[in-house]
Structures are given as structure tokens and as C-alpha cells.
């Protein structure tokens, strides 16, 4: 029978589930907001994948994102991996003679350096998260814009506005004053647009010389104006791969195939049964120090599967 | 008589020191509990705003030390280890900070400035107030001093042999750890060994089985060697130390990687870290920044460090792979 690798990434505003088969074809994929549900939606998404796909046997499955360590447990993954290797694996394959990748997600944005097919260098955003995705979100909710019309309006603009991208209340406050100077939503939005890509060139490229070849990925390369703030900005064309949303997921189902192949274990997936099981997540203070840390307690069937939260490891140890 | 000492800043430095020079003068050393998320809570909300982190800890561990019933909480002002070269600022200002915190702590306080030559800083004319308050003979202070200068040169010599001062202050049989590939830390004592306030990073480090090298574990004329290559030094003792040591683990084969941890709104790490991304960049060395500040949750350190150990794995793999296909 043959054989695919699942691929979840668990990030901050989305959850991305894949397949692939041997040769990295996507099989199925899905990209769903995370509502503050990632179990359930995990298991709703896992469910999907295994309708369309019942006749194929799992070989693999790898967790990334924020949220990789819980949902690996439950799922029972071979691999757990960060993001960064795990979008960077994704566009080698697509793009082996990628250069640059530009990744801009729900709650941080990335910058990877790719020499001769191996990452050499990367940034991740430090303390603040204006140059992301949650930023356009919240001011195109300001303006009474879909995020999904963001990209297109921004392009009628006719004049340039400069709108400071440094910190998301001063972006609001110089919209607010713009927008009473007369410019027009589109100008707006594509002020934002480049504030975005202004912000992280300060942020995360810091100086470095950029190289093409240039991929932009994550949610945000579907705003084709930020895309195009980033051409005006390296003075080169940006490739948008093809499944530019879901990189990071293909990316460590990837992983988890290599790793299989690798060691020739079978695969530890706790099986599509998890999706059938109830899980229950609730939290408490543990008081045995003063660290008082929040422990959360996962339950499946009513049975505490793992903890975490901890940093003694008094709980997180005791669920095997 | 109670003396305690807050285990923050430069406890890591001068534990051993101040323990036995207490101790020797015949009085108890208390130290204030590992730092937690009530003491960084508190120190937090009584220090000054605008000051970092590790300063805010410090204010909590002062706190903390007070439900201990010590009598005095020995604050020393360190201004200088060198001549010509300072402390950072807050370093000097630190015991007038304590102070400012309500009104009747400062008859709790303990202190004198710190004026020396080196980093040894058993030199007796920093310490004679001790004279007068704790009521000490010469004589004794000077056998006080002769005796802590011994713990403490024995403490940096172990600690100099690549074992951590975590291993060396808390356990009798301290060990050290190896790993597949070696990482530089650049980072002050109060941050690479205060394991609440950097989410245990060294244990991270351990779990990822990797070798941690920091400046403290380096011979100081390997750091001066270093300086001297600079056409001036910074203003601040424990930065130019850093500034050496990344230097020299640019230049050395068996470091894979730096790592610079830094507290949000550090003035002399701002400084700092330009030189060690232009320079570790010419060296062919990865680099990458590590901030820490009032946050306590640990992901963003864990994703950071274990991309960061990727890559390097990934360089050193593929140099091996070559290395075997010339063969």
C-alpha cells in the first residue's frame, strides 16, 4: 500500500494539516483559523484527511509551529520541529535555488538565508508584532476591510502615503490623522502595506545583503500588495510559491518521511482513532513553589494523557 | 549576626568571595531563595520602571532577603575592576537604588565601593568600613580577605576548566558537559546563569546535546589578547570581556556557533552586539541574539535555539558529507 506522511502546523492564528506521498505531492491539504481549539481542529482536519484518503497507509507524522509539542503528544508524532527548518525544507524542495525566504505569519515573521541548499543564517522578530499578520488583521478591521480584499484595494491606490509601521498604536493614530487628511482606503492600505515590509526590513534583515532568489510564504504572501512592497523594496521579483499558506506543514511532513526512511521505524501516530476521542483541557496554579506556574492538564476520555506548563517537570514527567 | 546576600547580578561572580570573608569574620551568610516568578513579580512592580530586568530581580531578591531577618543585606557598589574601565552605570548606582525603595531600609544596607585593580577584589582599602559597622579588627579582615581571595581563585580556577557556575555553587561534585557541537554564550553571569529569568537555558542546551562555552570559563589574558586588537575598549569591565571572548570564539575552530543573550534595554549590550553581527558574519560564524525580558514563557527561547542548533547540525553534516565524497 502506499504510503503518506501527515504534516501539522499548529501556529498562533492558523492551523495547517497536510498529506504528501513519497514523491512530496500534496494530497491533501487544509488551512483553518485557529479559534483557540487546536485539538478539535486538528481532529476535525485529521477526520477530512482520512475520508479522501482511506486506502493509504500512514508512514509518517511531524508537528511544528507554537503549538508543536502538545498537539505531537497527542497525535503521537515522529518528529517535532521548529518552524524555521520546517519552511525552509518545504521551499528547497519547491525552490532549491532559493536564496532569501520571506515568512510573515499570524504572530511572527521569519527571515531565512538559504546558501548552496543549506539554511546559514535567519532573524525571527524580537519583542513586538507590528511587522505581522495580526497587525493587518487588526487595521483592516479598523477600516471595515476583509483581510482577503486587503491586497487587491491596496493596489488602486493612486498616491503614496507614509504611515508609521514601527509600533500598531501609532499606525493607528497616523491612519486616523491620514485618513482626516483625505487619502483614501486604498492609500491607506497600501501605506500599510509598506510600513509592513519597511518594519521588517529594520526588524529582521538589519543590513544584510539580500540574495535572490526570493520566496515569500506564509499567510501573508496571499496580500499580493505586500508582495509587491517587497519586489519595490529588493528591487527584484518575489516568487509566491503554490502552496505558499501551508509551507510550514509540508515542510515537516517532509521531516517526519526523512526521518522515517532514516532510522526504517514505524511510525508512532497514535492512529485516526484520536480524532474520535474526547479531549478535555483544563488549567490550575500549582502553589508547591513560588513560581505558582499554570499547569494544563490534558484529558482524553476523561484519562490526564499529558501535562505541561511546568517548570519543575513535577507534572509534565509524571504523564508518560 | 545575619548577613544576606541576594542571589542576583553579580552573586554569580562572588558567591564563593563574599561567603567566606562573612563566614570568616564569624558571621551567618544567608542568601535569598532562587529567583521565581514571585520574586521577579515583586521586583518588577518596587523597582524602577525604566531599568532591566536583571536590576528588577535584584530589587526582588533584596525584598526577598527582608522576611529572612538578616540584619544587614551587603549591596556593594561596584564602580571599577580595572583602571580607566567602569561598571555599567546601574552597577554603580545600585545601592542608592535599594535605598530609594521606603523609607528605613537603608539602615539595613551594607555597603562600600568596590575600586580595584582586577577582578580579584580582595583588596583590603575597599573594605575598612567594615571596620567601624561590624566591628571587626584589621587583623581579622585582613585574614578575612586573604582566606575569601583563596576560595574564590580556587572557585575561578574550576570554573575556568570549562565547569559552570551553576555546577560550582550548587553541587560538591560539579560536572561538565560535552555535546556533538559547541556554542559560544555571550552573555553576562546574571543571564546565562539565572535559570528562572532565561527559561533555564543551559538546560536547553543540554537536552539539544550541545557543549556550552561562556566568557567566565576563559583565561582573562586570552580576553586581553583579544582587546588589545581593538583601537579603544568599552567603557564597562564585564562588556569588554564579552567583546574579547566573541572574538576569540570567532576565531576558534571548535566553536560552531555564538550566541549572544542580552535583557531587553541593555545600554552597553546595545553596543555590543553591531560588532558581533558585522564581525561573526566575516568569520563565517553563525550568530544570533537572544532577549530576555519579564516574559516567562519558554517557547520562543526553545524554537530559537533548536532552528538555531539545525542549522548548525545541517553546516557541520554537510562539511563531514564532503569531507567523505573527496575520500
New interface residues.
Given amino acids: 500500500m502506499e504510503k503518506i506522511y501527515i504534516g501539522v502546523d499548529v501556529g498562533s492564528v492558523s492551523i495547517k494539516v497536510v498529506a504528501i506521498d513519497e514523491n512530496n505531492e500534496v494530497l491533501f491539504n487544509s488551512y483553518v483559523r485557529n479559534v483557540g481549539q487546536p485539538i478539535d481542529t486538528v481532529k476535525d482536519e485529521l477526520a477530512k484527511l482520512h475520508n479522501e484518503l482511506a486506502t493509504k497507509e500512514i508512514g509518517g507524522v511531524g508537528v511544528t509551529g507554537s503549538g508543536r509539542q502538545l498537539l505531537g503528544y497527542i497525535l503521537g508524532a515522529d518528529v517535532i520541529k521548529n518552524e524555521i527548518t520546517a519552511h525552509a525544507t518545504a521551499t528547497l524542495q519547491f525552490h532549491p535555488d532559493v536564496s532569501t525566504i520571506f515568512e510573515i505569519g499570524g504572530q511572527d515573521s521569519k527571515l531565512i538565508i538559504i546558501n548552496d541548499g543549506t539554511i546559514t543564517d535567519f532573524a525571527m522578530n524580537t519583542v513586538c508584532a507590528a511587522g505581522t499578520g495580526s497587525f493587518l488583521d487588526h487595521q483592516a478591521q479598523r477600516l471595515g476591510i476583509k483581510i482577503e480584499e486587503f491586497g487587491e484595494i491596496a493596489l488602486t491606490a493612486k498616491r503614496d502615503v507614509r504611515i508609521a509601521g514601527r509600533c500598531t498604536v501609532f499606525a493607528e493614530s497616523d491612519m486616523i490623522s491620514k485618513q482626516q487628511y483625505g487619502f483614501s482606503k486604498a492609500e491607506i492600505l497600501k501605506g500599510l502595506s509598506k510600513a509592513l515590509v519597511r518594519n521588517y526590513m529594520n526588524n529582521l534583515v538589519r543590513g544584510r545583503k539580500l540574495k535572490p532568489v526570493f520566496v515569500f510564504q506564509g499567510g501573508v504572501a496571499a496580500n499580493i500588495a505586500i508582495k509587491k512592497a517587497f519586489e519595490e523594496e529588493v528591487g527584484h521579483e518575489v516568487i509566491v510559491p503554490k502552496h505558499y499558506d501551508i509551507m510550514g506543514a509540508i515542510g515537516i511532513a517532509m521531516l517526519a518521511k526523512d526521518e522515517m526512511k532514516r532510522t526504517g521505524n514505524s511510525t508512532k501516530f497514535k492512529g485516526f482513532e484520536v480524532s474520535e476521542e474526547k479531549f478535555e483541557t483544563t488549567s490550575f496554579i500549582c502553589k508547591a513553589c513560588p513560581n505558582e506556574c499554570e499547569i494544563i492538564q490534558i484529558k482524553a476520555n476523561g484519562k490526564v494523557i499529558a501535562m505541561t506548563g511546568d517548570r519543575c517537570g513535577r507534572y509534565s514527567n509524571s504523564v508518560i | 549576626m545575619k548577613i544576606g546576600i541576594p542571589k542576583a547580578l553579580m552573586y554569580y561572580f562572588y558567591y564563593p568571595f563574599w561567603k567566606t570573608l562573612f563566614e570568616s569574620l564569624g558571621f551567618e551568610v544567608v542568601t535569598s531563595?532562587d529567583t521565581?516568578?514571585?520574586?521577579l513579580d515583586i521586583g518588577v512592580k518596587e523597582a524602577v520602571a525604566e531599568i532591566c530586568v536583571p536590576m528588577k530581580v535584584y530589587t526582588g531578591h533584596v525584598l526577598n532577603l527582608l522576611d529572612k531577618s538578616v540584619d544587614y543585606i551587603y549591596i556593594p557598589r561596584f564602580v571599577s575592576l580595572r583602571k580607566g574601565i567602569f561598571m555599567c552605570p546601574k552597577f554603580m548606582g545600585l545601592p542608592d537604588m535599594i535605598k530609594g525603595l521606603f523609607d528605613g531600609i537603608e539602615n539595613k544596607i551594607l555597603t562600600h565601593n568596590i575600586v580595584s585593580k582586577s577582578t580579584d577584589i580582595s583588596e583590603f582599602h575597599n573594605y575598612t568600613v567594615f571596620i567601624d559597622k561590624l566591628g571587626v579588627s584589621r587583623k581579622d579582615l585582613k585574614n578575612a580577605l586573604k582566606k575569601a581571595r583563596d576560595k574564590w581563585l580556587e572557585f575561578r580556577t574550576l570554573n575556568k576548566q570549562g565547569y559552570d557556575i551553576n555546577e560550582l555553587l550548587t553541587s560538591d561534585k560539579p560536572k561538565k558537559y560535552e555535546g556533538d557541537i559547541t556554542i559560544g554564550l555571550i552573555g553576562y553571569v546574571y543571564n546565562v546563569y539565572d535559570r528562572?529569568v532565561n527559561m533555564?537555558l543551559l538546560n536547553v542546551f543540554r537536552k539539544l546535546n550541545i557543549k556550552v562555552v561562556t566568557f567566565d570559563m576563559m583565561e582573562e589574558r586570552i580576553i586581553q589578547r583579544q582587546l588589545k586588537k581593538f583601537k579603544k575598549n568599552m567603557f564597562w569591565e564585564f562588556t569588554n570581556m564579552l567583546l574579547g571572548t566573541a572574538y576569540e570564539f570567532m576565531e576558534r575552530d571548535d566553536i560552531d556557533g555564538i550566541i549572544h543573550i542580552t535583557a531587553?534595554g541593555c545600554g552597553p549590550d546595545s553596543i555590543v552586539e553591531p560588532f558581533l553581527?558585522i564581525d561573526s558574519?566575516k568569520h563565517k560564524k553563525?550568530f544570533?541574539t537572544l532577549?530576555i525580558?519579564e516574559q516567562t514563557g519558554e517557547?520562543?527561547v526553545?524554537?530559537?535555539v533548536?532552528?538555531?542548533t539545525?542549522?548548525i547540525r545541517?553546516?557541520k553534516y554537510?562539511a563531514e558529507k564532503t569531507v567523505e565524497g573527496v575520500i
Fill in positions: 531563595d521565581s516568578k514571585s520574586i528562572f533555564d531587553f553581527t558574519e553563525p544570533m532577549r525580558d517557547s520562543h526553545i524554537t530559537r533548536e532552528a538555531f539545525d542549522l545541517i553546516k554537510k
